[in-house]
């Protein structure tokens, strides 16, 4: 029953590691494995320990993964539920949690890295599930709770390849993959996250292109056009970036406008600085062994390099090499993509200095130059566009000269994410799709048992796959704003902002206590950051909800601090449990979407991609997907 090793993994101690903690996963529950396929499933799992063996998991593995991951969440998703505001008035903790607060933040803080527990523990295994009484529901185990989330989430689960191993399979071999090379270092005009994300995706977008044989891409919430930049300067792909907001398609137009400009200025510059290096270059510098130019990256930048100039360019020895990469060519493209820079660097000889002979060739230069720009500017590599997109939208209509194309959306919001999977298997001229999505809680859910969240239209971002569907699941808002948080920082100590929560829940003792309108539809929202004190945040989050702070003097609020402060811990605790579940909660969505893309008759291949570094970027998965008539790879 438990195929629990199909998926890809790079690095072998990874899979083991993840094959390690399934193992203490099985023998700390006492669980039913079905048709009395426990021991076969030891079997494999100790097989594959040493033998690890490549395959993409079927849609009949991921629906079993999603059976996993829901009969855990149907135990604990209460907690990832609990709503902070309401910590104290509704005493969550003692509701749900039979231990104390430092064990629970003692073992999480150390619990990740034990490999055993204490033996009077495992004698208590015929009395809990996950950890939770079965009696009480309540937790009494922290460490065979943290035993079993670790289990049920993606590295746990080990239904994940990684970018490398995508990579690799679209390409063929690894030389194939080097082709594509890295030509631009975005470091200087992104952040660091940001930076990272671009290089990452983008050369999986582009390796998707070439072997599906496309050269258009359609990016879809492109914000400010980093990816959408990025691919069609860096690969000559054209791209069409799609998002609703017409400020960030203009400032995203303005600012590929500046890269293509300093793109040329840049091109120019290698272009002089090659010819040099080739004059001064001796017979004997020819015979270095050669490597890939970046040179002729560089000219195919902007798309309007000859073949010929490639060529040449692509044969340059590698002293020209770091001629041309020398500090200032790349400081001068580089500091160009900044978005705030309007004006080219000044010119080496100012024009007063010019002969009027000089002045007038280059004013007709320039003229001719504007006359070709106008003629190509609707035609250019990259378009931004201002559009609402759902899977009901007409691409073709939206994109007129639309051909073969691969879908991407990088941090598609909410519902977004949905619609571009959605829009992917309904489109016959999407080959491709590469989507990371984020914002799980503004997700609208299909299934609601309590009635709130009415969805605001019929198509839902959750569940996504008829295999979910037919059995109406249901995370909850509070849950899939937990699936946002990152147990890999908060795991480094980048933790919880504990104060402001702590402070919204007492207020919210303050509301019941003083005032009957503690439940309005008014929000609080962000006076944490601009309080002084306790007694300031508070009257700062009365006058915004419009109540009267004057029937409570300072002495009387500072009362209920000093009286929870005490019990601040639990709160503390509690988020870490919640920061513990969150993985396995962002995994059940992607899973949902993976099994929808899995389900589709046209979609040859698809796969969950681990393409960030958690710690630089926390939503680091693509789903990915490829239509029968593009590819040759089988999942």
């Excluded at 689960?157 to 270092?185: F, M, T």
């Excluded at 006359?371 to 939206?398: C, H, I, K, N, Q």
Aim: aromatic share 8%; charged share 25%.
């Amino acid at each position: 029953m438990y195929a629990f090793i199909s998926g890809k993994y790079k690095e072998q101690k990874l899979e083991k590691r993840a094959l390690c903690h399934r193992l203490l996963f099985l023998t700390t529950n006492d669980l039913s494995f079905g048709e009395g396929n426990g021991t076969h499933a030891f079997e494999v799992l100790f097989k594959s320990l040493f033998k690890m063996k490549s395959s993409c998991s079927s849609l009949t593995e991921i629906k079993r993964r999603i059976d996993e991951v829901k009969r855990f969440l149907s135990v604990t998703l209460a907690i990832a539920n609990a709503h902070t505001v309401e910590f104290y008035t509704h005493d969550v903790w003692k509701r749900f949690i039979a231990v104390t607060p430092q064990e629970v933040l003692a073992a999480v803080s150390s619990g990740s890295e034990q490999e055993g527990e204490p033996e009077h523990k495992q004698k208590e295994h015929s009395r809990t599930t996950f950890g939770f009484c079965i009696h009480s529901n309540r937790l009494v185990d922290i460490h065979e709770l943290l035993v079993a989330a670790k289990a049920q989430s993606l590295p746990g689960l080990g239904v994940c390849v990684s970018r490398d191993e995508l990579l690799q399979s679209l390409r063929g071999s690894e030389s194939e993959c080097a082709e594509i090379a890295d030509k631009l270092e975005p470091d200087e005009f992104m952040n660091s996250k940001k930076s990272h994300e671009v290089q990452c995706m983008s050369k999986v977008v582009a390796c998707l292109a070439q072997h599906c044989g496309v050269k258009q891409v359609i990016d879809v919430g492109s914000g400010k056009g980093y990816l959408s930049s990025f691919l069609s300067l860096q690969y000559g792909l054209q791209v069409f970036g799609i998002d609703s907001s017409s400020i960030n398609t203009h400032g995203a137009q303005e600012r590929n406008r500046k890269l293509k400009k300093f793109s040329r200025a840049y091109q120019k510059h290698s272009k002089a600085a090659r010819t040099q290096a080739e004059a001064q270059s001796s017979p004997q510098t020819e015979t270095v062994e050669r490597k890939p130019g970046p040179n002729r990256d560089r000219d195919a930048l902007a798309g309007s390099g000859s073949q010929q100039d490639v060529g040449a360019s692509g044969d340059a020895p590698a002293a020209e090499t770091q001629s041309a990469r020398g500090p200032e060519a790349g400081e001068l493209f580089l500091s160009a993509l900044s978005a705030d820079v309007i004006q080219p660097p000044s010119p080496r000889v100012p024009p007063s200095q010019l002969s009027a002979e000089e002045r007038e060739r280059r004013k007709r230069e320039n003229l001719e130059k504007k006359a070709r720009s106008r003629g190509e500017g609707a035609d250019g590599v990259f378009s931004p566009l201002t559009s609402y997109v759902t899977s009901e939208t007409e691409l073709r209509d939206l994109i007129t000269e639309l051909e073969e194309a691969v879908m991407v959306g990088l941090h598609t919001c909410g519902d977004l994410a949905a619609s571009t999977l959605r829009m992917f298997v309904a489109k016959p001229e999407l080959s491709a799709v590469c989507g990371v999505g984020c914002c799980y809680h503004l997700l609208s859910e299909e299934f609601n048992p309590d009635g709130q969240e009415e969805p605001l239209q019929t198509a839902c971002g959750f569940p996504l796959s008829q295999y979910l569907r037919d059995q109406s699941c249901f995370c909850g808002r509070n849950a899939r704003m937990s699936a946002c948080l990152a147990l890999e920082r908060v795991s480094l100590g980048q933790g919880i902002q504990m104060e402001s929560l702590f402070y919204r829940a007492v207020l919210h003792v303050i509301l019941r206590d003083h005032y009957s309108s503690y439940k309005s539809e008014k929000r609080v929202g962000n006076v944490y950051s601009k309080a002084k004190s306790f007694v300031d945040y508070v009257r700062r989050a009365l006058h915004r909800l419009e109540l009267d702070d004057s029937k409570l003097c300072d002495s009387d609020i500072q009362s209920y601090h000093d009286a929870y402060e005490a019990r601040m811990d639990e709160m503390h605790a509690f988020n870490m449990l919640k920061v513990t579940l969150a993985p396995c909660i962002e995994g059940l969505i992607l899973l949902d979407r993976l099994c929808y893309l899995k389900e589709q008759e046209d979609v040859s291949f698809s796969a969950l991609v681990q393409l960030f570094d958690p710690l630089l970027s926390p939503r680091c998965y693509a789903v990915v997907g490829l239509k029968s008539h593009s590819t040759k790879l089988r999942s």
